[in-house]
């Protein structure tokens, strides 16, 4: 059964962009860090995402190390290039506080290579070890992952 790690929810806000938007949702799974769900729609670009972290970084409760659940199975993954994933990838250097940060992607099967393929760029530029980054169509798995 999906989500019974999650004990409680909290709306955080939005953040919006071009052809895409992210809503933040604050997970409690009943460990002493908080979890933030992004749940992004559309089509993230650079724009998008340096507002998810700026939104993070300003936020009291939270912060640019809060481990991020990233729900993607309701994204447009279709058509990113590898300048789009350049792009994705060096929005993470306007925050160097969020390099070792724990992510999930929560993915569809169909979507799990081009995903793969992000995260293996976020590597190849030397932004980001991948140990710090975990891709599955479960989230249950990535909820206790970002917990521990």
Excluded at 2 to 16: K, Q, Y
Excluded at 34 to 59: K, M, T, W, Y
Excluded at 114 to 137: F, H, K, N, T
Aim: hydrophobic share 40%; aromatic share 8%; charged share 25%.
């Amino acid at each position: 059964m999906e989500e019974n790690l999650v004990h409680d929810r909290t709306d955080l806000g939005v953040v919006e962009a071009e052809k895409g938007r992210i809503a933040l949702i604050l997970l409690n799974s009943g460990t002493p860090h908080p979890i933030v769900e992004a749940r992004l729609e559309g089509i993230s670009n650079r724009v998008l995402v340096s507002g998810f972290l700026s939104f993070l970084q300003n936020d009291p409760r939270l912060g640019v190390r809060t481990p991020t659940l990233w729900e993607l199975r309701g994204a447009d993954l279709s058509n990113y290039s590898l300048d789009a994933f350049r792009g994705l990838s060096f929005a993470m250097h306007d925050f160097p506080d969020r390099v070792g940060t724990k992510r999930g992607y929560l993915v569809e099967e169909k979507d799990f290579p081009i995903v793969r393929m992000y995260q293996g760029s976020v590597a190849g530029y030397a932004l980001e070890d991948e140990a710090c980054m975990r891709i599955s169509s479960s989230r249950d798995e990535l909820i206790a992952w970002l917990s521990e």
